[in-house]
C-alpha cells in the first residue's frame, strides 16, 4: 500500500492508540494536518504551542498514557521547548511531533528553520529527525516506546516537508529494538535481601516516596509494604496523592515548604527508603546537613540517578512496583525466618508528639473580612468530591494547595515540580479534562502565572472542556514577593502586577468562560458551588486573596533542614 | 582535597551508533552536566554500523559511575567501557612543525630518531615530524622539542584497546558493569 509520508505518520500515530493530539498547524506541518481530516484521532487546536505541550503533560499524567503534541517547523518548535523541558525534568511520557523545512533546504536559514533537534537535545529523553519517508513507521514506533519505558520522558521526532509529501511502503513495524536502549525493570535480588535486612534492622525508619511511584503505578504495592513493616511514609510533591493523606502512616510533604512532622523525620531518620525519589535540592535542603544519621536505600528506574546526588547504603535499579513488591516478599520472608522487627513504638510516638506540636497553621481569625488563600484551598477541597484532579502552576498557590489539599487517590494531583514552570497550570488542566473528562478538574492558579496561557481558555470554550479555574489573586509574584520580604529587607522589587489590571472576570467571559469575583470569606462557598454546576463552559474564579500571606514552614534556599522555619506567629521553628 | 590531574584522568571508550548528531549528543550530555574533558577521539569501527569515541575524562567534580550511567541512558551510546590507563594500551599520535635550519636540523633529527618518530616533511628552515606512542612519551617528545621552536604542533588525543587477558598476567580492570 502506497502512502504519502503524512498519512503513514497519522496511521502511525493511530496505531499506537493516540485519541489525541494538542496542537497547532504551519507550513512545513501542513501536509501532516491533510490527513487529520480523515482520521478519529481528535485534534484540540491550541492558541500557543506551549499550551499543546502542557496540555499534553496534564493528558500524560492522569491517565498514564503518553501526551501527544503537533507543530510546525521553527517557532512552532521553539515554542514547545519549555513543556519538553518540563516533561524531562517531571519525567512525564511526552511525543512531539515538529514540522521541519524540506531536507535540501535544511541547514541554508530557510523561511521558519530552527535546528530543532540541537535545540531539544537537552531537553528530550531523544529525538529524531526523520530523513526517509520509509522509516516513518518504524520511527514513531520508537518514539513511543522510549517515551513511555524505562524511565518515562519527552521525545521528538522532526518531519521535514518533503518528507510528509513523499510516498512510501506502507509497513507494519516490527518489535522495537533498539541498540542502546534496553531498560531494566527487575531489582537485583541480592540488594533487595540487603535493603530488607537494613529495614529490619532500623528503629527510625521513613520512606521517601517519589513521582516515580506514581510512574510505576505503585500505589498499591508502596501502602501495601508501608502497611506490612509500619513505616511512615513521606510523599514529596511529585509524589502527592501516592499514598493516602488520610492514611495513619502518612506524614505528608518533606521539602522546602513540607510540614514539620515530615521534614524532621526524614532529618532524624536512621534508614531513608527512597523510592521513585531523586533527592531534589528543594527536599534536601542542605545536602551535607540532609537525613546525616541515616543509611540510605534507594530505588530507581533511572541507574544515573543512584549516588548522583546521595550515595546510597544500597541501590537498586528498577521499577518501584516490582522492587517493592519483591521488598514485600523479602522482609515477609526475613519475618518467617524469625528475623525480628526493632521497635519502633518510640519512633512512632515521637512521630506523634511532633503531628501533635506542629501542625500546619494559618491566620484563621481574618481581620475585616481579608480573604487566606488556604482558606480558598481548604473550601475547595471541601466542596468538590476526593477524586477531584488539582492543577497547579507554580509559586506560592502551588505549596497552599499541596499542604491544604487532602490527596487519597493517585493521578489527582498535576503540577510542574522540576522545572518550576509558571502557567502550567491552565493547559495541564485542561489536557487533564480531556483525559478525564468525568472527572471534576480544578486548576488552582496564581495572577501570575494565569497571565502567562490564560489564553488558552479560548481553546477550553471553544473545544467545550469544563475546567475550573480558582486564582489566588494576591496581586503580587507572591513567591518571589515572600523572598524579597524575607531575604531581601522588603525590599520589593519588580514583583507587583495589581489586582485588577487585567480586570480577570472580564477576561474569562472574553474568552468564553463564566467569569466570578469573590473577595470576601462568606462569597467563597457559593461561588465554588456556583462554578461546580457549571458543565458547559470553563468557569474562572478570582479570589482577592490576602497579598501579605506567606507560604510556612519553609527551609531557607541553601539551610539545613534542622534550621526549618515556622510561621513565626505560632511559635518557634527549628530543633 | 584536589587530586593531580594524572589521578583524574581517566579513560570511557564509547560505542555509539553511526547517526547524525551521535557526537552532539556525546557533547552536549558533558558539557549539561558539567563533565570535564581533557581529549576526545572519534572514527568509524570495523563495523560500518557503529563509531567509537575515546575521551580522557576528568574527574574532578564527577564520579566515573555518574559519567558511566549517565553516557548508557543516551539511546545511541550501545556500549561503555572503562579502561584504567594501567590495563589498556594507549596510543596517541603527534605531529609537530619544529624550525630547524642547517645550524639545527641534524639536533632535531637525531632527537626525532631517540624516540623513533619520523621526518614527514621537510621545508627549508623547518621539519613536520610525526610521533606515535603513548601520551607520556608524547609529553617528553613535546617538552623536548620546545627549545628548538614549536611551529605548529597538533595531537589526536589517545585511542585505546583493552590490554589482552594473558594466563601469566593479571586481569584487567574489569569491565565498567551498570548496577
Known amino acids: ?575 | 582535597m584536589a587530586q593531580p590531574a594524572s589521578h583524574r584522568r581517566h579513560l570511557v571508550t564509547i560505542l555509539v551508533e553511526n547517526k547524525a548528531g551521535v557526537l552532539a549528543r556525546v557533547a552536549g550530555l558533558f558539557s549539561r552536566r558539567g563533565f570535564n574533558i581533557f581529549s576526545l577521539a572519534v572514527a568509524p569501527t570495523d563495523d560500518e554500523r557503529f563509531s567509537r569515541l575515546t575521551i580522557a575524562v576528568d574527574l574532578e567534580s564527577v564520579s566515573l559511575e555518574q559519567v558511566i550511567r549517565q553516557l548508557d541512558k543516551l539511546v545511541n551510546v550501545v556500549a561503555i567501557e572503562e579502561l584504567d590507563p594501567a590495563d589498556a594500551t594507549e596510543r596517541e599520535l603527534l605531529l609537530a612543525t619544529v624550525s630547524a635550519d642547517a645550524s639545527n636540523r641534524g639536533q632535531v633529527i637525531e632527537l626525532s630518531g631517540c624516540f623513533e618518530g619520523r621526518i614527514v616533511d621537510v621545508g627549508h628552515d623547518s621539519l613536520t615530524m610525526m610521533l606515535a606512542g603513548t601520551p607520556s612519551q608524547l609529553d617528553d617528545f613535546e617538552a623536548l622539542l620546545r627549545p628548538f621552536g614549536i611551529i605548529a604542533l597538533q595531537r589526536s588525543g589517545p585511542v585505546a584497546l583493552k590490554r589482552l587477558v594473558r594466563a601469566d598476567a593479571q586481569s584487567p580492570a574489569s569491565l565498567a558493569r551498570l548496577a
Open chain 1, 1 to 575: 500500500m502506497q502512502l504519502t509520508g503524512a498519512q503513514a505518520l497519522v496511521k502511525s500515530l493511530e496505531a499506537q492508540g493516540v485519541e489525541v493530539i494538542f496542537g497547532l498547524p504551519g507550513g512545513a506541518i501542513l501536509p501532516v494536518y491533510d490527513p487529520m481530516i480523515d482520521s478519529p484521532i481528535r485534534h484540540i487546536l491550541v492558541r500557543h504551542e506551549q499550551g499543546a505541550g502542557h496540555m499534553a503533560e496534564g493528558y500524560a499524567q492522569v491517565t498514564g498514557r503518553p501526551g501527544v503534541a503537533m507543530v510546525t517547523s521553527g517557532p512552532g518548535a521553539t515554542n514547545i521547548v519549555t513543556p519538553l523541558a518540563n516533561a524531562a525534568m517531571d519525567s512525564t511520557p511526552l511525543v512531539v511531533i515538529a514540522g521541519q523545512v524540506a531536507r535540501a533546504s535544511i541547514g541554508t536559514d530557510a523561511f521558519q528553520e530552527c535546528d530543532t533537534t540541537g535545540i531539544t537535545m537537552g531537553v528530550t529523553k531523544h529525538n529524531w529527525l526523520v530523513t526517509d519517508a520509509q522509516d516513518l513507521p518504524a520511527v514513531i514506533a520508537e518514539a513511543f516506546y522510549v517515551a513511555t519505558t524505562g524511565r518515562p520522558g519527552p521525545v521528538l521526532v522532526d518531519v521535514p516537508k518533503d518528507v510528509s509529501n513523499a510516498t512510501m511502503d506502507w509497513y507494519e513495524p516490527g518489535v522495537v529494538d533498539l541498540a542502546g536502549y534496553h531498560p531494566r525493570e527487575v531489582g537485583d535480588k541480592d540488594l533487595v535481601r540487603q535493603a530488607a535486612h537494613l529495614i529490619q534492622r532500623s528503629e527510625r525508619p521513613v520512606i521517601y516516596a517519589g513521582g516515580g511511584i506514581l510512574k510505576s503505578r505503585a500505589s498499591k504495592a508502596l501502602l501495601a509494604f508501608a502497611e506490612l513493616t509500619g513505616i511512615p511514609v513521606v510523599t514529596t510533591l511529585m509524589a502527592r496523592g501516592a499514598f493516602p493523606d488520610s492514611h495513619a502512616l502518612c506524614l505528608g510533604m518533606p521539602g522546602m515548604h513540607g510540614n514539620y512532622t515530615a521534614v524532621t523525620a526524614m532529618q532524624r531518620s536512621d534508614c531513608l527508603i527512597a523510592l521513585g525519589s531523586r533527592f531534589d535540592d528543594r527536599v534536601t535542603g542542605k545536602l551535607s546537613e540532609f537525613a546525616k544519621d541515616a543509611k540510605v536505600i534507594h530505588v530507581d528506574i533511572d541507574p544515573a540517578e543512584i549516588g548522583k546526588v546521595r550515595m546510597p547504603d544500597v541501590g537498586i535499579a528498577g521499577d518501584c512496583r516490582l522492587v517493592i513488591e519483591a521488598l514485600d516478599d523479602s522482609v515477609r520472608a526475613l519475618v518467617s525466618s524469625g528475623e525480628a522487627q526493632a521497635d519502633r513504638s518510640p519512633w512512632l510516638a515521637t512521630i506523634r508528639s511532633w503531628q501533635e506540636e506542629h501542625p500546619l497553621h494559618y491566620d484563621r481569625e481574618t481581620s475585616e473580612g481579608v480573604l487566606k488563600p488556604q482558606f480558598v484551598v481548604e473550601s475547595l477541597r471541601d466542596a468538590t468530591p476526593d477524586d477531584t484532579i488539582v492543577v497547579a502552576g507554580v509559586g506560592q498557590h502551588q505549596m497552599w494547595a499541596s499542604q491544604y489539599w487532602r490527596f487519597e487517590h493517585p493521578y489527582t494531583w498535576v503540577n510542574s515540580g522540576g522545572l518550576g514552570t509558571m502557567g502550567f497550570a491552565v493547559p495541564a488542566a485542561i489536557g487533564a479534562k480531556v483525559g478525564m473528562p468525568d472527572r471534576l478538574v480544578w486548576a488552582i492558579d496564581g495572577d501570575g502565572c494565569f497571565q502567562m496561557t490564560a489564553q488558552e481558555l479560548v481553546t477550553a470554550s471553544a473545544e467545550r472542556i469544563p475546567v475550573k479555574v480558582a486564582i489566588l489573586n494576591n496581586a503580587y509574584l507572591g513567591m518571589v514577593r515572600q523572598w524579597q520580604e524575607m531575604f531581601y529587607e522588603e525590599r520589593y522589587s519588580e514583583v507587583y502586577l495589581s489586582p485588577d489590571l487585567p480586570d480577570y472576570v472580564l477576561w474569562a467571559e472574553a474568552m468564553g468562560c463564566v467569569g466570578i469575583r469573590v473577595e470576601h470569606p462568606e462569597e467563597v462557598l457559593p461561588a465554588i458551588e456556583k462554578a461546580n454546576d457549571v458543565d458547559d463552559r470553563p468557569v474562572v474564579i478570582d479570589f482577592r486573596t490576602d497579598a501579605m500571606e506567606k507560604v510556612y514552614p519553609m527551609v531557607p534556599a541553601g539551610a539545613s533542614n534542622d534550621d526549618i522555619v515556622v510561621d513565626p506567629r505560632f511559635g518557634q521553628g527549628g530543633r
